[in-house]
C-alpha cells in the first residue's frame, strides 16, 4: 500500500514539473512568435513583457509555471523515494527524492519567476526577481548535483550549476558577441527544463531507455 501512495505521490509530482515547465517556456514560445521585432541579440526576454502583442503570453506563462512550480517544489520535497528491500525484511525508512534545502531553493526560484511576470520590466523589483530566479536555479543545481554527486544524473547537474555560472560570468565579461540578455538567459531556462524532464531527481520522462545511462541512479 506504501509504495503504492509513493508512487501516485511521484506521478502527480512529474505532472506538476511537466506543467509549470511547459506553461513557462511556452508563454515564452508564444510571446516570441506573437512579436515579430524581437530580437535574440538586442533584447532580454523580458523585453517580451512589455510589448503589447507579447506581453500577456509572456507574463502570465511565467506566473501560472511560476505557481504550478510552487507546487512542484513542495511536491518533490514530500515524495518518498521507494525504500530499498534486502530480501523481504529490508529497510523500509521513509526518505525523499530531494532534500528540504533543494525543495525550498526551487520553490523560491519559482516564486521569482512568477516576479518576473507579475512586475514587468518597467518596474524596480523586476530585476531582483529576474536575478533571484537565475541565482537559486543554479543554487538548486549545486545542492542537488552535490547530494547526488556518485550517481551519472547528478554529475550532470553539477556541470549545469558550473554552466550557468560560467554563461553569466563570460556575458558579464563581455565575451558574448550581444547586446541583449535573451541569449545568456536562454541556457538556465532550458537547463530547468532539463532537470525536471530529465536528470532531476524526479523526472518526468523517468527516464526512457536512451536515456537511462544518464538519469538512472546506478553506478
Same mark, same amino acid.
Not at 509555471?65 to 521513509?94: H, K, Q
Not at 526551487?106 to 518596474?123: E, F, I
Not at 554563461?167 to 541569449?183: D, N, R
Given at each position: ?105 526551487? *520553490? &523560491? %526560484?519559482?516564486?521569482?519567476?512568477? =516576479? ?8 524596480? !523589483?523586476? +530585476? $531582483? ?50 547586446? *541583449? &540578455? %535573451?541569449?545568456?538567459?536562454?541556457? =538556465? ?8 524532464? !530529465?536528470? +532531476? $531527481? ?18
Amino acid at each position: 500500500m506504501e509504495d503504492s501512495v509513493g508512487g501516485v505521490t511521484a506521478v502527480r509530482t512529474r505532472s506538476l514539473g511537466a506543467a509549470a515547465t511547459l506553461l513557462a517556456l511556452g508563454g515564452i514560445a508564444v510571446a516570441i512568435l506573437l512579436d515579430p521585432t524581437f530580437s535574440w541579440t538586442g533584447d532580454a526576454l523580458s523585453d517580451l513583457g512589455v510589448r503589447p502583442r507579447s506581453a500577456v503570453a509572456f507574463n502570465w506563462g511565467l506566473i501560472l509555471g511560476g505557481a504550478v512550480g510552487v507546487g512542484y517544489a513542495v511536491a518533490l520535497g514530500a515524495t518518498p523515494r521507494p525504500a530499498e528491500r534486502a530480501g523481504s525484511g529490508g529497510d523500509r525508512s521513509p526518505t525523499r527524492v530531494t532534500s528540504p534545502l533543494c525543495a525550498a531553493a526551487l *520553490g &523560491l %526560484a519559482m516564486v521569482a519567476m512568477a =516576479g518576473v511576470g507579475a512586475v514587468d520590466l518597467t518596474r524596480p !523589483l523586476h +530585476g $531582483p526577481a529576474a536575478v533571484g530566479f537565475y541565482a537559486l536555479v543554479t543554487a538548486v543545481f549545486a545542492i542537488d548535483g552535490v547530494a547526488r554527486r556518485d550517481t551519472r544524473s547528478g554529475r550532470a547537474v553539477l556541470a549545469f550549476a558550473s554552466a550557468h555560472v560560467l554563461v553569466w560570468a563570460t556575458f558579464i565579461a563581455g565575451w558574448w558577441p550581444v547586446t *541583449g &540578455l %535573451a541569449l545568456p538567459e536562454l541556457p =538556465g531556462a532550458l537547463m530547468l527544463a532539463a532537470w525536471v524532464w !530529465l536528470v +532531476g $531527481p524526479l523526472p518526468v520522462l523517468n527516464p526512457p531507455p536512451v536515456l537511462g545511462a544518464l538519469a538512472t541512479d546506478e553506478h
